[in-house]
């Protein structure tokens, strides 16, 4: 008898260390990261050219977020979508890297096999924090007369691809569809180097 109590026991508690490892997983994947402060009005000095008869899309990221790979799926759909209304603009800043690092990155080979996007290497995170940016995943569009028009998230969640309230505004806002929010949250990782506070907070970064 004591065996079947023992591993009827040991199920119990291997069923509920499962549970409790789902949920604190989906609570991670569905807590947003802060909010970005973006300028209302396109930088008078900025690395990035600007089209006046275009909405601009700047996109900040770090190159070892995973969770920034959904944001550049979701990316590249948008830019198919846009049908030529629209550029954009990724941002790769990572502290302390080289060039070299981080254009050898993956994201930063996915990033640049996406039509009408162009990536660049954001030296010390000057632009970066010119835009007001915290957490990699970051998107502000900007209207032809340099306007903020949205500032937010391309996903719905950590590294999750599929429909998103982001995504969705971006394209209405520069298909002249109705009714869209100007912001949503962002889903990523801190766009500093993970210290060990940081990887308490985004576990993902240890993948």
């Known amino acids: 008898m004591k065996r079947p ?9 291997w069923g509920a260390l499962i549970a409790f490892g789902t949920q604190v997983l989906l609570r991670y994947e569905s807590s947003p990261g ?20 275009k909405f601009t899309l700047v996109v900040l990221t770090h ?10 799926a979701e990316l590249e759909t948008l830019m198919a979508q846009a049908q030529g209304k629209l550029v954009a603009f990724i941002l790769f800043s990572k502290p302390g890297a080289s060039a070299a690092e981080v254009r050898s990155s993956d994201l930063w080979k996915k990033a640049a096999i996406i039509p009408g996007v162009s990536t660049l290497y954001d030296n010390h995170g000057v632009a970066t924090g010119q835009f007001g940016g915290h957490v990699s995943g970051q998107t502000m569009l900007y209207d032809p007369e340099g306007k903020l ?11 999750r691809q599929g429909y998103s309230a982001g995504a969705d505004a971006v ?4 298909n002249g569809g109705p009714r869209a929010p100007v912001s949503t949250p962002v889903f990523g990782c801190a766009l500093h180097d ?3 506070l940081a990887l308490k907070e985004d576990p993902l970064w240890e993948q």
């Open 194 to 196: 993970p210290g060990a």
């Open 149 to 159: 028009v949205f500032s937010g998230g391309l996903t719905s969640g950590r590294g």
């Open 5 to 13: 109590v023992m591993l009827a026991g040991i199920g119990l508690v």
């Open 34 to 53: 802060m909010p970005g402060t973006p300028p209302s009005r396109w930088p008078l000095v900025s690395i990035l050219v600007r089209p006046s008869d």
């Open 171 to 174: 394209l209405k806002k520069v």
């Open 63 to 72: 190159p070892d977020c995973p969770c920034t790979r959904a944001s550049l």
